[in-house]
């Protein structure tokens, strides 16, 4: 019964101490911070791994263990999130399933990115920079895209542009009906969709949906209705994957860390989603590009601010 | 030699288990309240006391060294407008932490080349630089060992060491909650007319201990294992959710 008291002290104490992250943090601050992004991301819809590893790397979580554990946990919330959509017959499993192909190479690749850049002494700079990045152009199209959804509603009467264009893709080989995401494509747009962002997802530890569903909409032309329950199938296995390899090859999957934000998390995923219903979605979708911003702008701050120290110590180095 | 031999004895019978000769005329006696100290999961720091007696008058230095490794110090430099680490410089031979401590001054105990050989005094830890030819050597090693300052690994002061009459000594070592696990080795000098008169090495072992150091054990020992687990874990927790908060 050691263990279970072990358990308890934890949950009583303030700090906890993260074994692979070997930082001491404070349980509710983790809880919080858990809850905060699972309540965004019920409201928004999308996984909220890309705010969440900034913020455990803003409170001292190594970057490379932020990334691994974020990988860990967003297994845990896509196995809930898929659940629900699956009770309402929202996942085209061929698609998952074509995706998946593409993702597993992709994310394969991308954990052995990792560990070179790993053993280089790169990867915070490299993960910094790589978020950097994508939150910023994926907050400036958000801003733009609610900003004129917004004036839309204004006025009503203009209509919605075309969804999915006929062009080079059409020629593409191995083509296949996708039944309940209403396509008959080639199967390699999804895996090469599944592919890219594999690569992205086990670097920035994220699990891609703010990735994926453009993508699917934007590039295959999916039914909205089950893009996200589609997109959260294919997540679950590109994760666990991505987790069993960052263990494998890193050890910077910090089992506690991962179960005590999914605590938070799926407590405020489900206060989210039922606030979310309640607000109006473009300003939502508006707020959430400022705050992805704000987060990207953070990120680039500590990327280009004079350090106090510019030496750092790699002990058991070369 | 026969000097030499009692002085390696003396250094080495402690670590050796082998019990130190305890004559009467044993010049310095000295031990730690506690020879282990155990990383738990709250663990803040730990305060060790040392203490001993000696044969009579005289002043003692205390040197506590933790275990050796190779060091990378590595600077950042602006490229671009980023601060990326680029060069970077090794050490072999890098205690994990440095810490002494002394009755007086350890300057006016012992002259400079002694202290040297007993590397007293940051400036004579033997550290080995991969590269001696590099021409930026003296600010790698300069940075490292503000770093390891900074981190309260490396002690800038030496402690206090009280006497209590002329024979009896004491002194609290202070163990930063950022230790590294390890075997600490607490060398004690007993010191007359600026000469050491004897010897004794005490050592101290730090450990993690708990449920927190076996997950970092099995996860570096059976990384394919930890990470199975880890995703059954997450796929059950997954699962549990779905349940605790399915719409009736």
Do not use: C
Request: charged letters at 15%.
């Amino acid at each position: 019964m050691t263990w279970a008291s072990a358990v308890l002290d934890w949950f009583l104490g303030l700090q906890i101490y993260l074994p692979i992250a070997e930082v001491a943090l404070n349980v509710f601050l983790l809880l919080g911070l858990g809850a905060g992004v699972g309540m965004l991301s019920g409201l928004f819809g999308v996984g909220g791994g890309f705010l969440l590893t900034p913020l455990l790397i803003f409170v001292g979580v190594p970057p490379a263990v932020a990334v691994a554990t974020q990988s860990n946990q967003v297994v845990a919330s896509s196995v809930s999130g898929v659940l629900a959509h699956w009770a309402r017959g929202n996942v085209d499993f061929k698609m998952g399933a074509v995706m998946l192909a593409g993702g597993i190479g992709g994310s394969s690749l991308g954990v052995i990115i990792f560990t070179v850049l790993k053993e280089l002494g790169q990867i915070d700079l490299f993960i910094a920079v790589a978020y950097v990045i994508t939150l910023s152009s994926i907050g400036i199209l958000m801003a733009i895209e609610s900003a004129n959804a917004l004036a839309r509603t204004r006025r009503p009467n203009r209509l919605p542009t075309k969804l999915h264009q006929h062009n080079w893709a059409q020629g593409l080989p191995f083509k296949m009906r996708f039944r309940k995401s209403r396509l008959y494509i080639s199967a390699l747009l999804p895996a090469g969709i599944g592919f890219v962002v594999g690569i992205m997802s086990a670097i920035m530890g994220v699990g891609g949906a703010f990735l994926l569903v453009p993508a699917m909409i934007y590039l295959l032309g999916m039914a909205t209705s089950a893009v996200v329950g589609t997109s959260l199938f294919q997540i679950i296995f590109v994760q666990s994957w991505v987790t069993f390899w960052q263990a494998n090859n890193n050890q910077t999957v910090d089992i506690l860390l991962a179960l005590i934000l999914t605590i938070g998390g799926v407590v405020g995923a489900q206060m989210g989603g039922r606030l979310g219903a309640r607000l109006p979605g473009e300003q939502l979708r508006f707020l959430m590009a400022i705050m992805i911003l704000v987060t990207a702008g953070g990120m680039l701050y500590e990327l280009v601010a004079t350090p106090a120290d510019p030496f750092t110590l790699v002990i058991g180095g070369y | 030699m026969r000097a030499l031999l009692r002085a390696l004895v003396l250094l080495l019978g402690p670590l050796l288990g082998a019990v130190p000769p305890a004559q009467a005329q044993a010049p310095l006696i000295a031990d730690l309240d506690d020879h282990l100290i155990a990383i738990t999961t709250g663990f803040a720091g730990a305060d060790v006391l040392l203490f001993g007696t000696t044969d009579g008058p005289g002043d003692v230095i205390v040197v506590v060294k933790g275990p050796v490794d190779n060091v990378d110090v590595v600077r950042k430099e602006r490229v671009a407008g980023i601060w990326i680490n680029r060069k970077s410089l090794g050490f072999q031979n890098v205690p994990a932490v440095y810490m002494t401590a002394s009755s007086k001054p350890i300057e006016d105990l012992l002259p400079e080349p002694l202290r040297a050989s007993y590397q007293m005094g940051i400036p004579n830890i033997r550290i080995v630089p991969v590269d001696p030819a590099d021409p930026e050597l003296g600010e790698f090693s300069a940075a490292l060992i503000r770093n390891k300052q900074a981190s309260g690994l490396f002690a800038p002061q030496p402690a206090r060491i009280l006497f209590i009459g002329d024979r009896l000594f004491r002194v609290n070592l202070r163990v930063p909650s950022s230790v590294p696990t390890g075997t600490y080795l607490a060398e004690v000098y007993l010191v007359r007319e600026q000469k050491v008169v004897g010897v004794q090495t005490t050592p101290l072992v730090i450990s993690k201990i708990g449920f927190g150091a076996d997950i970092y054990d099995f996860a570096h020992r059976h990384g394919a294992a930890y990470g199975v687990i880890a995703v059954l874990v997450a796929l059950f927790a997954g699962w549990l959710a779905h349940l605790a908060f399915r719409r009736r």
